[in-house]
């Protein structure tokens, strides 16, 4: 299945690439080289069941304005993460992403989906730990496979682009316990990789399956933005 990608390289405008010029006031000629060579995304999965508002990401487009909501292990409210996306549909918000890891992430995600219309982006990372602490009791018990299952999830539910916690190796998780970092490890995402590489002695699943993870991608069409899973979360030094 063609994506934004691969049609743009053949020169092909689809209709999300003629939303995106539409919406920024450039010609089609001046967007699909862009596209073709990776300096211009529109993240835009090929199975999302409703029309959406796709938008372009990248250089010499607009800046665009993201919301997070989502649900916690401390509290699950559907019904008032999708007051929080149609606030941000009303203030007009380019994308949302849903950070959900409490309660039943997959039908939270769906339904966050069908209440905003628009790019929509997920955290893989947070449902397989949803699935380490409903299912395994302990987040640190994910295997693999749950790692890269959550991720495909994601992807055959129609979510437009994803954060993969693919920035943080075994190596690194091993250097921070010497170094004793500031702030640690404030990244959810990495810490929980960073736990199970310890406690397992495996390198990071998303580094490990990069290549399957790549087949899925296209295969939907989904954008993934690869996350350091090591945020500043000190301003140790700091005048």
């Given at each position: 299945?063609a994506?934004?990608m ?12 003629k939303?995106?010029?539409k919406?920024?006031?450039?010609s ?5 080289p862009k596209?073709?060579k990776?300096?211009?995304i529109?993240?835009s999965?090929?199975v999302?069941?409703?029309?959406i508002?796709?938008v ?6 607009k800046?665009?304005v993201?919301?997070n909501?989502?649900?916690?292990t401390?509290n699950?409210n559907i019904?008032?993460?999708?007051e ?7 203030y007009?918000?380019d ?16 339904t966050?989906?069908d209440?905003a219309?628009i790019?929509?982006?997920?955290v893989?990372?947070?449902?397989a730990?949803?699935y380490?602490?409903?299912v ?6 994910l295997?693999e496979?749950d790692y ?7 992807a055959k539910?129609?979510?437009?682009y994803t ?5 943080i190796?075994k190596?690194?998780?091993?250097r ?17 990789t960073?736990?199970?590489?310890l406690?397992h002695d ?7 399956h990069y ?9 939907y ?11 500043p ?6 005048p």
């Open positions: 299945m994506t934004q691969t049609s743009a390289r053949r020169g092909v405008a689809t209709d999300e690439m939303q995106v010029a919406d920024e006031d450039v089609l000629e001046w967007l699909i596209i073709a990776g300096s211009i529109i993240p999965n090929n999302r069941p409703q029309k508002h796709n372009g990401i990248g250089k010499g487009l800046t665009k993201n919301v909501i989502g649900t916690s401390l699950v019904e008032e993460e999708v929080k996306a149609k606030v941000a549909i009303k007009h918000a994308t949302i992403m849903d950070l959900s890891d409490g309660g039943d992430v997959k039908k939270i995600r769906q966050l989906m209440a219309p790019t929509f982006g997920t893989p990372i947070y449902e730990y949803n380490g602490v409903e395994h009791k302990n987040p640190l018990n295997t496979d890269i299952k959550a991720f495909e999830n994601n539910d129609g979510v437009d954060t993969v916690h693919c920035g190796t190596d690194i998780a091993k921070i316990l010497k170094v004793q970092r500031y702030g640690g490890v404030v990244s959810k995402g990495g810490t929980i960073a736990a199970w590489m406690k495996k390198e990071n699943p998303y580094i490990t290549d399957y993870m790549m087949e899925i991608a296209k295969k069409d989904v954008t993934f933005s690869l996350g350091d899973a090591l945020s979360g000190s301003v140790f030094g700091t």
